[in-house]
C-alpha cells in the first residue's frame, strides 16, 4: 500500500473548501461498488470531492469507504490491512496499519520452539536461542517459542537485538512471579502474543508486603510495538501495576482476555487498537490508556469490552475513535475520554459517576471553548447513566447520527448535554435526555433537525418510561430513566413541522405542535 501518497491526498482533500452528498463508482477486478460519499468532508464543493475521491480510488482499487470518514484496505483473505480516517472533523487525517504477519490466524507450529516448564525450561541444543540464568527465562534470538506449563518466579525476557520479530505462543502456561513484568520484551524487538487455540493462561503478579519498587511496568511489558492474536484465553492478576504496557502501540487482533489490575490495564503511549476480541477488565485505575497528547489514537473496530474501573473508563490524551463492538464501562471517573472523540457505531453503555463522555485538551481552563477539542456521534446506540454531566464538550458538539439516551444528574449544576463552543445537530441523530434543566442547554435554534425540550413542574419518577408519540399513535422514541429528571431534550428525525406528537413520562401527556427548531414545553 502506498500508505504517504494516499496519506497525501486525503490531507489535500479535506483542506478544500465546501462539501455535499454525492456518489462515487469503485471499479475493482471482483466487483463494481458504489460508495456513499456523505457529508463527511463538509468543506468540499461536488466537483472538488469527486475528483478527490476518484483519484483514491483508481490509486487504490480495494479502498473501501466505511463511514462517512472512514477508508479501509483488504488483503486476498478480506482482512482489514490498513485504516485510513479523517480523525480531525477539520484539519487532520489518521493513519495506521495492520501487520500482514499480526494477522496470521494460525502460527507455524513447525518453525516454532516448544518450551515446557514443567519438565526443562531450555531444551537441550537450544542454548543459543535461549538461556536461564536462575531469575530470567531469556530469549536471545528471532522466531517463534511455544510455552507450556508452569513457571514460578522467574519471568520471561526478549533481550535487545534477538532480530526484528518474537512471536511468544502461550499454549496452557502459567506464570507466578513476584517480578517487575512477567514478560518483558526489550528496546529493538517487535513481538506478538499468540493465544494457542482452545488454550487458558494466565499470569500472577504478586503482591510483595512493604512493595519492593515504588512503581512496577505491565505484567507483559514492550518497549516497542506488540501484537496479541488467536483463539485462546490470557487471565492476567497484577497486584502492582497494569496488564499490559507498551512504550508505542497495543494491537489486540483476537483472544479472550480477563485483566485484573492494582493500576490501568491497559496502556500505550501511541496508539490501542482493538480488531477484535473479548475483554473483561477490572481496574484500580483507568482501564484503557493512551498517554500521548502528539499522536495518540485509541481506535476500537470491533470488540466486546466490558470494564470496571477505579478511575476512568477509555481514555486517550488525544483521538478516541469508536467504529463498533459492544462497550460496557462501570467508572468511577469519565468513561469516554479524549481531545477529540468521534463515535461512528457500536452498542455502548456507560455508567459513571463523572461525566459519561468528556472531550477536554486538559490544559486549558474548562469554562472556555478549547481550540481543536470536540465530541462528535455519527452512528451507533449509546446509553448514559451519569452523577454529573452526560456529554460534556470544552470545545464543540456535533450530533450527527446514532440514537443515544442520557439520565444525567440529578444535581441542578450539572447538565445533560454540556458544551463550551457550538453545537451543530444534523438529520439522522436521535436522542431523548434527561436531566436537573436549572442550568439546561440545548442544541442550536438553527439546528437542522427539530427538537422538543420539556420542564416539569413535579420532579419525574425514575423507572417510568418516558416515550415520544406522533398522531398516528406510534413510537418513535421510547427511554426508561433510571433517575428521577425536571427535564427532559428530545430530538429525532420523524420530527415534522406542522405535526402534533405527544411526549408521555409515566402517568403525565403533553402535547406540542411542532415548529421549525426548538419546540419549549414548560409545564
Known sequence: MKKNSLLLIFIALILLSSCSKSEVVKSTDKTDE???????????????????ESKVLAEYENAIRVSDFLFSETNERGDVTSIVTLAD?????????????????????????TINFDEKTVPDGAEELISDDGENVIIKSG???????????KRIKIENGVGPR??????????????????SIADGCIAQIFLASGSENEINIKEVSGSKVEKMNGAIYSKNEIAFNGKGKLIINNNFESSIESEDKITFISGDYKLNSKGDAIKAENEVIFRSGNFEINSGDDAIKVKSNKKGMLYIENANINISSGDKGLTSDNDALIVGGTINVDAKGECITGKVINLLGGNINLKTNDDAINASDGKQDKKINQEGVYIRILGGDINIDSVMDGIDSNGDLYLEGGKVFISASE???????DYNGKVECNIGFEMIGVGPGAKMQDLDSESKQNYIVVYYKDVMSANNNIELIDEGGNVILSYKPNKTYKAALITSTNLEE??????????????????????????
Open 411 to 417: 444535581n441542578d449544576n450539572e447538565r445533560i448535554i
Open 143 to 153: 522466531g517463534i517459542y511455544v510455552l507450556k506449563g508452569t513457571l514460578n518466579n
Open 498 to 523: 406542522e405535526e402534533n406528537y405527544k411526549i408521555i413520562s409515566g402517568d403525565k401527556e403533553l402535547n406540542v405542535k411542532i415548529v421549525k427548531g426548538k419546540n419549549e414545553i414548560v409545564e
Open 89 to 113: 472533523r477539520n484539519v487532520g487525517v489518521k493513519t495506521f496499519t495492520y501487520d500482514a504477519l499480526d494477522l496470521e490466524p494460525e502460527y507455524d507450529s513447525i518453525a516454532a520452539l
Open 34 to 52: 458504489v460508495l456513499d460519499v456523505t457529508e463527511a468532508i463538509d468543506m468540499l464543493s461536488d466537483e472538488k470531492l469527486e475528483e478527490a
Open 166 to 183: 518474537v512471536q511468544i505462543v502461550l499454549d496452557g502456561v502459567k506464570i507466578n512471579t513476584d517480578k517487575e513484568s512477567a514478560i
